[in-house]
Nanobody, 119 residues
């Protein structure tokens, strides 16, 4: 059974940093693109960042470019999202997702972790 478990969310002040983790099990982690998405209250879920299976390629939403960094450790089956200079508008539930190489859709999703940013 595939599981993606996010952790590291919490309550921070604007300007602070957080690192989210996504621990994967039940899949061959190294052949999956990993992604982070978020859903703010009253809004649609949106893409945040993704990283290729071998970490050679990353991409980011414009809203987080230069502040967030996605990474992965294929020896530990974990993906990370380092979030710096957090803004009020970063408040959301953050989800990690896994997409098998060559697939068009995201195959698996985690349950999400809450990030709350206060002024």
């Amino acid at each position: 059974q595939v599981q993606l478990v996010e952790s590291g969310g919490g309550l921070v002040q604007a300007g602070d940093s957080l690192r989210l983790s996504c621990a994967a099990s039940g899949l061959t982690f190294s052949i999956y693109t990993m992604g982070w998405f978020r859903q703010a209250p009253g809004k649609e879920r949106e893409f945040v960042a993704r990283i290729s299976w071998n970490a050679a390629s990353t991409s980011y939403a414009d809203s987080v470019k230069g502040r967030f960094t996605i990474s992965r450790d294929n020896t530990k089956n974990v993906a990370y999202l380092q979030m710096n200079s957090l803004k009020l508008e970063d408040l959301a539930v953050y989800y990690c997702a896994a997409r098998r190489i060559g697939a068009q859709q995201w195959d698996y999703w985690g349950q999400g972790t809450q990030v709350t940013v206060s002024s």
